[in-house]
């Protein structure tokens, strides 16, 4: 399967715990992005790289959060002390430019 | 008020119908225009993209584009049961942004 990939695909977690998920994006691409999307919503745009620069955040991610993609490759986002508020589905989609996003499966996370 | 605008449904429609799903919105620099279908707990998957206005087409989709209306549609000819999911519109304002701002998805069901 040459698609985006992400792990874990569910992750339950306590409040104040820290959590971190990884994408994998389609071979090439030198975009990725990270979206949140919770119960009957679109997805929102968190953040995006190009190659391993971070070129824009939302203001979505608070202070908890940080994403890093070291190598131009694979990325991570960590959710520092999590809170129930941070519970919903993670997407992570990349491309090669322009607008056309191909997203992952997504990593559904619960904060009990 | 959101950017972008989608009635979430459900919109019920027997098997064979034409379906069309609509989107507005509010930013006039929006360019390039997408919908994403989504399956219960899945990742976005891309159906059409559409560059400016006018329609494109593919197998028994179609999409249109309105920028004078600030309004979007995709047509679905013949729905079958396996069209039920939730159909996302999508845009953004510039191919070299990563962000797409996106509606909340309406959900399909298309009964056999």
């Known amino acids: 399967d040459t698609g985006v990939s992400q792990d874990p695909r569910h992750k339950i977690t306590k409040r104040g715990q820290n959590v971190t998920f990884r994408c994998d994006p389609i071979?090439?691409?030198?975009?990725l992005y990270w979206y949140r999307q919770t119960l009957g919503q679109g997805p929102e745009f968190l953040t995006y790289?190009?190659?391993?620069?971070?070129?824009?955040k939302s203001r979505l991610l608070s202070d908890r959060f940080s994403a890093e993609r070291p190598k131009g490759s694979f990325s991570t986002l960590e959710i520092q002390r999590t809170e129930q508020g941070d519970s919903a589905m993670y997407l992570c989609?990349?491309?090669?430019?322009?607008?056309?996003?191909?997203f992952g499966p997504g990593t559904r996370l619960t904060v009990l | 008020q959101k950017e972008v605008e989608q009635d979430p449904g459900p919109l019920s429609v027997p098997e064979g119908a034409i379906v069309s799903l609509n989107c507005t919105y509010s930013?006039?620099?929006?360019?390039?225009f997408m919908w994403y279908r989504q399956y219960s707990r899945k990742g976005p998957e891309l159906l059409m993209y559409?560059?400016?206005?006018g329609n494109k087409e593919d197998g028994r989709f179609t999409a249109q584009v309105d920028k004078s209306s600030k309004y979007i549609s995709l047509f679905i000819r013949d729905s079958q049961p396996s069209d039920s999911a939730t159909y996302l519109c999508?845009?953004?304002?510039?191919?070299?942004?990563?962000?797409?701002?996106f509606g909340q998805g309406t959900t399909l069901q298309v009964k056999p």
């Open positions: 989609a990349s491309s090669t430019g322009g607008d056309t996003q191909y």
């Open positions: 930013n006039s620099a929006f360019q390039y």
């Open positions: 790289f190009q190659n391993e620069a971070q070129l824009e």
């Open positions: 999508a845009m953004s304002a510039s191919s070299n942004t990563g962000k797409l701002i």
């Open positions: 559409t560059y400016s206005s």
């Open positions: 071979s090439e691409h030198n975009r």
